[in-house]
């Protein structure tokens, strides 16, 4: 079956502490997305991927960091710079640079402040 | 630069009532326009899609047409079930290089029996 995974389900954060979270696809995609769901917000793009080795910040980089060392892989870092960083984090992936605007998202990691 | 516009809700029905849920679209040329649905703890799959004006997506009793005069992409659905409360989101996406997918900020659809 092809699709993308997200690990973990649930993760929870330390003060201070830089947590990541894993989005890994199958689709042999070349493009993948992080967006940042809250209530009430939609969703918001923090960075993207449109090849390997290569990615752009979103709209709310601030705070987060990326790596793309691998096509199947795209990890996302939440650093102890976000201060607000309680959110639903879902993983995408789209399978051209020029996306043709439909997007496979993985089934989403929640992530806690302790 | 890009928005979509639609109501939060939550949209409560009854189970077989009709379902409207509006969503309009600012945008420069001829975008490609979405509906994705959520179900509760996931993530989101693309519902229905259209990519010119006047196009009409559809899947599973769902229906969007493409109304470039009105800017609009409303979804509907003739009779509701309650396995279809979820989460609705509009969506826009506009050719050309690359461009990112803009999301409206989604409609909750509550069906109750």
């Known amino acids: 079956d092809g699709g993308i995974t997200q690990s973990p389900k649930y993760l929870f954060r330390k003060e201070g502490q830089n947590v990541t979270l894993s989005c890994e696809q199958n689709l042999n995609h070349d493009a993948m997305y992080w967006y940042r769901q809250d209530p009430g917000q939609g969703l918001r793009l923090i960075y993207y991927s449109q090849i390997v080795n290569d990615f752009q910040k979103g709209d709310i980089a601030e705070g987060y960091s990326v790596s793309r060392e691998k096509k199947e892989s795209f990890p996302l870092t939440v650093t102890s710079a976000q201060k607000n960083p309680t959110a639903f984090y879902l993983c995408?992936?789209?399978?051209?640079?020029?996306?043709?605007?439909?997007?496979?998202f993985g089934p989403g990691t929640r992530l806690l402040v302790l | 630069g890009n928005s979509v516009t639609q109501m939060e809700g939550p949209v409560t029905l009854s189970e077989e009532a009709f379902l409207t849920i509006n969503c309009t679209y600012t945008?420069?040329?001829?975008?490609?326009l979405f509906w994705y649905v959520q179900y509760p703890g996931e993530g989101l799959q693309l519902l229905l899609k259209a990519t010119k004006a006047d196009d009409k997506g559809s899947n599973k009793g769902f229906e969007a047409t493409y109304r470039k005069e009105t800017t609009s992409f409303h979804l509907e659905k003739g009779s509701v079930q309650v396995s279809d409360s979820a989460v609705y989101f509009c969506a826009l996406h506009n050719s050309g290089g690359y461009q990112k997918v803009t999301f409206g900020i989604g409609t909750k659809l509550q069906v109750i029996p």
């Open positions: 945008a420069t040329g001829y975008p490609s």
């Open positions: 995408a992936s789209s399978i051209d640079r020029g996306q043709k605007g439909t997007q496979y």
